[in-house]
């Protein structure tokens, strides 16, 4: 390095962790206390008292809406759940071995292409392509996983609401009182949550001024990744592994003595239990009682005591969610899918209130390379 010039010395904050990056209204994750809030709502209190489509609207108006207004916002959204011939193509063409989410993030990049207020970032084009981008991705979802079973593609039924009928076109079952209520939940859960990777991602993207497709696209390929929402997939993998409840004890041990990461425990910013665990077990017991898959839940209920026991670490969203989800007829391979669905009208939230107060976000790095390299011409290179 030239000795005359020196990079200005720089603090890196490892993960950004702890670092106020943007301001919000939209949720606030209280992670010393455990605490989580949507509009200013502790999720304990409406996680089990609002629909899906309540909670859509709180994030996107700041208020919960009246009975009228949950119709007009359902029927929209279902209104726009019919995808484009290509996107439909897209599904059908794509290798089957290829990961849903993969397919995912590209069927939503290529929405954009089709979408008549694509480039449009205005607040009113914004709202109509939150609502289309609402009902587009879970019909995705549900088409591409029925596809890839040679099953029939299925139409909304508006009147099972937004959670059930989307597990009805995924599934083809009606769901019963339950499993109504535990996909709406799991939806309810999943909806927002401060600062996390994949919605910084989106509105990073957005704070260039790029449009709403390329930010949920981002956002998509965030959230894929094991550390956010591909570890319930990988939390029902360890399930399967162990296998018996007599092999939790060594499993975790082994994992921990190789400085494995347990999928579905620890979070960044939680210091305490995660208040979505907390539904998300409860669900997760009825529901594998009720498919006669106690042992699921028995299994992952002594993998929270031992992980706590050993490492001191609580279950996140994903840990539960995982045998949520298994008991409803979701396959594994589609979980963070259904996650990208649920947190969708977060992002959009996020997204919008991004636009609103908008400063490009660019942030900058510690150089570690050298500095000064002398020039040598390619003729000249050995
Ligand atoms: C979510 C997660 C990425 C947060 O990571 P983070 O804030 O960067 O925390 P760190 O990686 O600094 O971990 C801090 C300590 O906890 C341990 N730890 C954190 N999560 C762990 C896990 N799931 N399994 C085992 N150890 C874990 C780390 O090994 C480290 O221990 P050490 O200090 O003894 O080395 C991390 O907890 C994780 O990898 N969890 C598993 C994946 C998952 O469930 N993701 C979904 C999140 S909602």
């Known amino acids: 390095m030239g000795s005359q010039e020196k990079p200005v010395e720089k603090i890196v904050v490892r993960g950004l962790e702890g670092v106020v990056a943007a301001e919000t209204s939209i949720s606030y994750v209280d992670g010393v206390h455990g605490r989580l809030y949507y509009q200013g709502y502790d999720i304990h209190d409406i996680a089990e008292q609002i629909s899906f489509i309540e909670c859509i609207f709180l994030l996107w108006n700041g208020r919960l809406p009246n009975r009228r207004e949950c119709d ?30 993969a397919v995912l993030r590209t069927a939503v990049s290529l929405l954009s292409c089709f979408d008549p207020d694509a480039d449009d970032t205005t607040p009113s084009a914004n709202y109509r392509k939150a609502k289309r981008l609402a009902g ?34 995924l599934t083809g079952n009606i769901p019963d009182e339950l499993e109504k209520r535990a996909m709406d939940i799991l939806m309810i859960l999943h909806a927002d949550h401060g600062l996390n990777a994949s919605t910084f991602a989106a509105r990073v993207i957005c704070s260039t001024l790029s449009d709403m497709h390329s930010a949920v696209t981002g956002a998509i390929g965030a959230l894929k990744g094991p550390l956010h929402g591909g570890a319930n997939e990988k939390v029902m993998g360890m399930l399967h592994e162990i296998n018996h409840i007599d092999r939790i004890q060594e499993y975790i041990e082994g994992m921990l003595e190789n400085k494995k990461r347990i999928m579905g425990f620890g979070h960044r910013v939680y210091r305490t239990e995660d208040p979505r665990a907390k539904h998300l077990r409860k669900y997760s017991e009825l529901l594998c009682e009720k498919t006669s898959q106690k042992h699921l839940f028995e299994m992952s ?25 298994h008991a409803l007829g979701i396959p594994a391979a589609y979980f963070t899918t259904i996650f990208v669905a649920s947190r969708t009208p977060g992002w959009l939230a996020h997204i919008i209130e991004q636009y609103s107060d908008n400063r490009l976000i660019r942030p900058t790095s510690k150089y570690t390379g050298e500095m000064g390299i002398p020039f040598v011409p390619l003729g000249k290179r050995g």
Do not use: C
Request: glycine share 4%; hydrophobic share 40%; aromatic share 6%.
């Open 72 to 101: 007009e916002m359902r029927n929209a959204i279902v209104g726009e759940m019919k995808l484009p011939d290509a996107v439909l193509e897209l599904l059908k063409a794509s290798p089957e071995k290829s990961h849903p989410m």
């Open 136 to 169: 587009q991705i879970p019909t995705i979802i549900a088409h591409l996983h029925r596809l890839r079973n040679g099953l029939p593609l299925l139409t909304p039924r508006p009147e099972l609401g937004l959670s059930a009928n989307f597990l009805h076109m």
């Open 301 to 325: 209920h002594r993998i929270e005591k031992i992980v706590f026991e050993q490492k001191g670490i609580y279950p996140n969203v994903d840990f539960y969610s995982a045998t949520v989800q």
